[in-house]
């Protein structure tokens, strides 16, 4: 989810937290847990920091390990340690389990986007999207805002958002209809063997879909129960330029992270243009529509590594002609 949300969730959990009733009634427990709880709630996010490392370093490590099963127990020991330095809790227990709480709640909540997490780590490498909810979704978020008005008006903080969270599951559970049923679709419209995966967008009734078969790429929309095909990309066989540009390390973060990712090969004054663009992230500009998301190598003739990039193209071909080179050469490694 989106950040604005893992916060309000870290809020949302210590509301409910007031259901517990030694947090409810110990002294300066339930501000400790309010503590605990919101930066629980963002701490698995602090991957974010690998930005400044540069894109490929972002992509290699957001939501990887630091949402991995071992990372769930190095937040929650590190925020509570933090915690008890300066406001010792007599009933440390109760904290530790709001804190753990707030941390799984951040990494759950994340299998359900299209992004997803490497969640089972270090047990399974593979990313985990289920690809239910947005990764900002009004209902949540305003249902977490609801309850916080409820409560600064004086209602029960814990009974409010127990019905609230309960309203969420349901929520998701009409999510996971939804999803199977924007599927279902799809298969009825194409009616190919192949490998479907469905998007959530915004749109309550509105998703996007990528298709794979042996020969081809379908990217389209679902409206409802109907779905419309936008783009089509043959898959051709990998030839000795697709070869020689995934020896970049850029490139190997990119297809660490992706299983959707089309690779064209285009011939250059230089050389030979080498693009991988995921195709979840299909955007429209100024009319046209590009890949948001995209690794690009340059290789001279003779096949050598020039200049590459990995990252977010929000303005299309202009904005990754300025982040190539083809003059430069880079060192592997």
């Not at 969730?9 to 847990?33: I, K, N, S």
């Not at 974010?48 to 937040?75: E, K």
């Not at 959530?200 to 078969?213: E, H, Y």
């Not at 042996?214 to 679902?222: F, K, L, P, S």
Request: net charge positive.
């Amino acid at each position: 989810m989106d950040t604005a949300t893992h916060f309000a969730m870290g809020f949302g959990l210590a509301a409910l937290a007031h259901l517990d009733p030694v947090v409810a009634t110990a002294p300066g427990l339930a501000e400790a847990v309010m503590l605990g709880t919101v930066i629980g709630s963002q701490a698995p996010d602090l991957d974010g920091l690998t930005r400044l490392l540069g894109s490929s370093a972002y992509i290699r490590n957001h939501r990887g390990v630091s949402h991995s099963i071992p990372a769930l127990f190095l937040w929650t020991t590190a925020i509570f340690l933090f915690i008890q330095s300066f406001m010792t809790q007599v009933y440390w227990g109760h904290l530790l389990a709001w804190i753990f709480l707030a941390v799984c709640l951040h990494v759950f909540v994340d299998l359900f986007n299209a992004y997803g997490t490497q969640g089972l780590s270090p047990f399974s490498k593979k990313w985990i999207a289920l690809n239910w909810i947005f990764i900002f979704d009004p209902f949540i978020f305003g249902s977490h805002l609801v309850g916080f008005m409820l409560w600064m008006a004086g209602a029960h903080p814990g009974q409010v958002f127990m019905y609230i969270y309960l309203l969420i599951a349901g929520y998701y559970y009409l999510r996971y209809r939804m999803h199977k049923r924007a599927t279902e679709a799809v298969v009825r419209s194409l009616k190919v063997e192949g490998e479907y995966t469905i998007i959530p967008t915004i749109s309550l009734n509105q998703w996007t879909f990528v298709v794979k078969t042996a020969t081809r790429w379908y990217v389209g929309e679902v409206h409802g129960t109907e779905s419309i095909i936008l783009d089509t990309f043959t898959i051709k066989p990998e030839n000795e330029w697709v070869r020689a540009a995934k020896a970049d390390k850029k490139v190997k973060s990119f297809l660490s992270f992706t299983k959707l990712a089309h690779v064209e090969v285009r011939e250059q004054s230089f050389g030979y243009e080498v693009r991988w663009f995921d195709l979840r992230y299909r955007a429209r500009n100024l009319g046209r529509s590009h890949y948001m998301l995209v690794a690009c190598v340059y290789l001279d003739k003779e096949g050598q590594i020039r200049d590459s990039f990995t990252g977010w193209i929000h303005r299309g071909e202009e904005q990754l002609a300025k982040k190539l080179d083809p003059e430069k050469e880079i060192q592997l490694g």
